[in-house]
């Protein structure tokens, strides 16, 4: 597609509840982020995928975070048990090689956990 | 590790009065550095990159790695500036600064 394209664009969940929120890359690119970004906050980085592989994860705040890419395109980042913290907005990029470019931003899933 | 400061949260100035934005980083290394600019209601886009030492929309950031800085300015800002501004260093990860919101005023 055009760019990255991310949904649900907003999704109220209630507490304890799963969520996935996908992501679908631009076509091609090998490399996919994911970032979480709180309100006030800068984008803090999660995860990044190479294709279908998951090279860090440094960045997931728990074990409730879990995210996949199994055909190296479309990508879902799936929380369990939601809590309040959880309220931000994920943000997914792709780049066209690993590190060494700029990143294309989706618009982003608004998450609000009540 | 990388830690970018971004130490002003919003800057408020007049239409044609010059605009800078501050951008501390701490790494020893040599990270890229990177301007990203994100417009109401739009998705976070690249402004610029200090490699490419180039000038978008007037906006130009020199890296000054004595002061471990990369501060984003423009002579004579305009209202279509505004608009919320981070930075960004990349070494191993693309790390984030908190932003800084751009108000300029007609």
């Known amino acids: 597609g055009a760019g990255v394209s991310q949904s649900p664009r907003y999704k109220v969940a209630k507490r304890g509840q799963d969520v996935a929120l996908r992501c679908d890359p631009i076509?091609?690119?090998?490399?996919l982020f994911w970032y979480q970004q709180a309100l006030g906050q800068g984008p803090e980085f999660l995860t990044y995928?190479?294709?279908?592989?998951?090279?860090?994860k440094s960045g997931l705040p728990s074990d409730r975070f879990f995210a996949e890419r199994p055909e190296g395109s479309v990508s879902t980042l799936k929380i369990q048990r939601t809590q309040q913290e959880d309220s931000a907005v994920y943000l997914c990029?792709?780049?066209?090689?690993?590190?060494?470019?700029?990143?294309?931003f989706g618009s982003g899933t608004r998450l609000t956990v009540v | 590790a990388q830690r970018v400061t971004q130490p002003e949260k919003l800057l408020s100035v007049f239409k044609g009065a010059p605009v800078e934005l501050k951008c501390n980083y701490s790494?020893?290394?040599?990270?890229?550095l990177f301007w990203y600019v994100q417009y109401s209601r739009q998705r976070l886009q690249l402004l610029l990159r200090?490699?490419s030492r180039e000038s978008i929309k007037g906006f130009t950031a020199d890296l000054n790695k004595g002061e471990t800085s990369f501060h984003l300015k423009k002579p004579f800002a305009q209202e279509e500036d505004s608009a919320m501004y981070y930075c960004?260093?990349?070494?191993?990860?693309?790390?984030f600064g908190t932003g800084t919101r751009l108000q300029v005023f007609p």
């Open positions: 990029a792709s780049s066209a090689t690993g590190w060494s470019f700029g990143y294309t």
């Open positions: 076509s091609g690119h090998v490399s």
């Open positions: 995928f190479q294709n279908e592989a998951q090279l860090d």
């Open positions: 790494y020893s290394g040599s990270p890229e």
């Open positions: 200090h490699i």
């Open positions: 960004a260093s990349r070494t191993d990860k693309l790390i």
